[in-house]
């Protein structure tokens, strides 16, 4: 259940989705709201990706109307009219400001948004707000996910209690950067724009573009935060003592719904952190572990509980970054199975196999030139991922 | 049956695979031949292809030792070792030098070389060797390619009809650049070593680096050309006119290895070309090719013969190449199914579904905006890949 002081929410079926399920959905402010926004970096952008990010400019939002089931991308510039009409119609059921509404869609590509059914269900979707149906929001942008995300925070700022909420998609298409991720935060605290920009932008770093489930990025990712200032805390300044707490706040919240978001990818049985350390850069351990966790050779040997570290290395030797093979060490959770390049022993590998029959567990793979480290969380790739994606739209 | 004037081959087995098929061949010319080499681009790489890279500077070799179900890579000082002393027991077998003998590997990674085996190996190879067991050779470099994968090309040179054969294997690790692929080209045709290298490495640059199967490129990738001049030709130079020809024809030939062994990607039910034109440079036109050709999302919807355009577009979107994407055809064959980065209509998804149910078809997107041109060689994404890579070892 997810509840934040001064945002009411409903999600609906109008239709889009063939089986009846929730489609469609509405978040509003009680008072235009702070906001901040990350999109995806495909040069293919969706209609309300291209429209929001024009939106967002002004830093003002109140309202978010998303719908799944349908992308709107690479629907020309119908699917622009689309998105702009679908936010005019909720403008005007909630007699505010266009400019204070943001669209966003999630599902297949190419296909126009069926309109008349977006029309008719606008009213029910005004009619029907709550403080309690934030949940409903997340069933309603749910696609190959298998159940609704959410995560919720309190945090003590300036003798108050304010919330930090967020609601996310995303199972398949997962990848730096962004993936088929929608994330809407929702928050009561006040705190300055320059502020919220920067703990969005730092969060979604550290967070959403270190998750990988397959390796391709849509053309539909957002990121949104709304702050309402509901709370009626001292507003928060990048320069001030709280926004370390905030930003600490909402980095917990972004690692939750980004941890849901692999646990939940499409097929998947495992989550795996892939860590690098002991690289030149932080970019270049960076680089490798991306890499690794994106191999399909090591996603499917996760899958098949093998520890088959040769895979890793290998993997790690295209990845751009010089190293020497022969100095390279690599764990799974604790366990050392390669010193210096070479087995530590049969006996290893069989405990690491052990690891990998665990539903979590880390690898780590230490180059021993640096001090550069970083990490991707990761999942297995699955005989029902294959199934999943073959046969999505059909 | 491949066949070449002045080329000896024997494939047997000795104990390195489990299930007692052929596991060590060795090919050996009647005379020294001049000798290129490409080998993989990985940091990792294997022991052998370490001693390769050296051997082959001289341009000169005689015999080259292959095994399989063993990749002799990460495996430290003794691998290194354990090569170098299986290209010394093949030496005094022969009673050649030992510089003239190049050893290759291909298999699992991080166990060594079980060296008892190949020594009990070494005389039954050489006491078995005759012009006609070439093929033995390609069975026994065999992973979990389903089977041996050979072409020859005959090519008429100043009045003489030359023979150009080639070996390979590869059916998993297959991506830009290279593969785990090995492949032996034999010829009689005299060359010089300087146009000999050259017509290597374009062969190889238009052929097995633009084959994908799952994006992973290996530790022992090597492709090796002998020409031992047989034939008694006037020496092909760089600059004399049958350069061409038997540059064509080597080309011919590793395009034929090429396409059989994503014929043969593991799980493959489908070759794909991909096709971008349009691009403002030919590199733009190979990097928009490789990362649709790689995308999983594509892959799998190969595989369910869903024309899923949307998916293409939007991995082209992630290529890190700027494009309108309001101005891009797609075809499937020769169907136009996106005109101005819109469906054309439902009729040619149709259409395009049932071009996809072919065991071969083409991909071709146009981004308009200049003369750029490649192509990619891909594969489906199967169940059965994921089945294949899950328990290659266990």
Known sequence: MIKVPGFLGCGISCGIKKDGEKDIGLIVSSHPAGASGVFTTNVVKAAPVILGLKRIKRGILQAIVVNSGNANAC????????????????????????SLVIPSSTGVIGVPLPMEKIKRAVPRLVSGLSEDKLI??????????SFPKYASQKVKIGGRTGTISALGKGAGMIAPNMATMLCFILTDISIELAAQKRALREAVDNSFNKIIVDGDTSTNDTALILSNGVLGNETIRLDGRDYKRFKEALFDITTQIGEIVVKDGEGATKVVRVIVKGARTEKEAEKVARVIGTSLLVKTAFYGEDPNWGRIIAAAGRAGVGFNPMKVDLFFGNLRVVKNGVEVGMRNEKKASSIMKNSEFSVTLDLKQGEGRSFVVTSDTTVDYVKINAHYRT
Chains 1, 2 share one sequence.
């Open 136 to 145: 409903d929001v997340a069933e309603a942008i749910m696609t190959t996910d």
């Open 75 to 98: 629907t020309g510039k119908r699917g622009i009219e689309d998105t702009a009409s679908t936010a005019r119609l909720v403008a005007k059921g909630l007699k505010i400001k266009e």
